[in-house]
Structure formats: structure tokens, C-alpha cells
């Protein structure tokens, strides 16, 4: 997802739902952070094509379990943003000119 | 100014790179020292939600692809030198998405205003919130 473009709506929310402006905010945030670790699974999985046993590996369960636990909530949580649907109220009073639940929508396909 | 680099070249690495580096893990660390109770609650929440998350197929694929990350394996080093391994003896019920889960469905709940001024009244009588 293009996170520039999210922060690019977000004083376009501003002033009118700190809730939103705060969901928006920690959706980019996990994107970001799914970004990440995605070019990091990827690039071990080149790196390493033949390190896939356990026995190669010694992970750090600690530090292992939070990192699974930041990705099953990033999943998690974009799920549910992607599932909001805008009230209708929101959209008139949506600044002329300006469809950022539309836009929003487009960013989270 | 764009300046090219080629890596091949030795590259020099200024003080202020690191003084950066030191500010932000000094930051981490006084937040830590300064909100230790919700700190500890939201990482032992993580840890918990990992912990079932590496149950399942999709988080045993992750951890294999991370455990053999080199930006995985130096991050070792923050989270030993901030000893939270610690946590791993707390075991929370209630995990971050469960938390997630929860507040939508109290931001559907058509409820909802009804529920947090009975809330607000209670905590005032108990004496936990102070009155305006």
C-alpha cells in the first residue's frame, strides 16, 4: 500500500475525527512495518535457500514471538480497517471537492 | 547535492550517526524505566499473540523466513540489552487483537454512549476518576 499517499489524506481528516486520524495513523504504521519484514522474510528466503530445517536455525523465542505477535496483529487489525465502511453522514460532510473515504478505499484494495 | 556512492569504496561512518543511534535506544530504555507497567502489558500481550500465531501454518512460515534474517538476528542484540526475555514468563489472557476485536465491537454497539457515562459515573463514585 502506498503509505506516502495515506499520510498525504490524513489532514484531510484532521480536524473532523481524531479517531480516524489515530486508525489511519497506526495503519500506516503497520503497512510500514509489514513492509519490512516481508523484504526481510524475502531476502532470507534467498539468502538461505537451503537453511529451511529447524535444526540450522536457532531462533530467540522471545523476540520471535513479538515479531509474530506484530504481524498477526498488523494482519488483524488492517483487516478490520479494510472492513469499515463509511457512515453515510461522513461522506456529505466530507469537504467539496474531496472523497477521501473513496480514496482511502482505493488505498486498502 | 545528490552524492553517488559506490560501495565498493571504503565509506566513513561520522560520530553523529551514532550519537543518533544512542539517543533513540536511550529513549527506548527511559520509556521503558518510565512506563514499565504498560509496557510490560502490551509486549507480553505481543509475545502471547505471537506465541499463538506460531501455532498456525502461516506463523510457522514466518519464523522460519525470520529466524534466518541478518536484520532479525542484530535486532537480538536491542531486545537482550533491554532484558526483555523477561516477559516471556507473563502469559496475558487477553491479546492485542482480542483488544482490537473488542473495541469495534464497542464502536458498533449502538449502546455505546449510554454504556461509557454509566462507566464514567461509577469510577467518579469510586473515587477513581475526578469530577470536572
Known sequence: MATSRLHELLPAFGERNQVLVLLLGLMSLT?????????????????SP????????????????????TISFSHHYQ???????????TQ???PAGSDVWGDLRGLLR | MTAVQ??????LTLREENEQLSDFLLAGQRFLMRHPQASRDVISGLLEEGRRFAQTPEGK?????????????????????????????????VTPSTWLEMIVAAMANPDLES????????EMRSGNVASA
Do not use: C, N
Not at chain 1, 537451503?50 to 505477535?69: I, K, N
Not at chain 1, 483487516?79 to 453522514?89: D, F, K, T, V
Open chain 2, 61 to 93: 512460515a514466518w519464523m522460519d523466513a525470520l529466524t534466518h534474517s541478518e536484520l532479525v538476528k542484530r535486532s537480538l542484540m536491542i531486545w537482550e540489552a533491554y532484558g526483555l526475555d523477561l516477559l516471556l514468563e507473563t502469559r496475558p489472557a
Open chain 1, 31 to 47: 503497512s510500514r512495518w509489514m513492509g519490512l519484514l516481508e523484504s526481510q522474510a524475502r531476502s532470507a528466503r534467498l539468502e
Open chain 2, 115 to 122: 454504556i461509557l457515562s454509566m462507566l464514567i459515573v461509577e
Open chain 1, 92 to 94: 456529505e460532510s466530507a
Open chain 2, 6 to 11: 559506490d560501495p565498493s569504496l571504503p565509506h
Open chain 1, 79 to 89: 483487516e478490520l480497517i479494510r472492513g469499515i465502511q463509511p457512515p453515510p453522514a
Open chain 1, 50 to 69: 537451503l537453511s529451511q530445517t529447524a535444526e540450522q536455525a536457532d531462533p530467540d523465542l522471545g523476540l520471535m514471538y513479538f515479531l509474530l505477535g
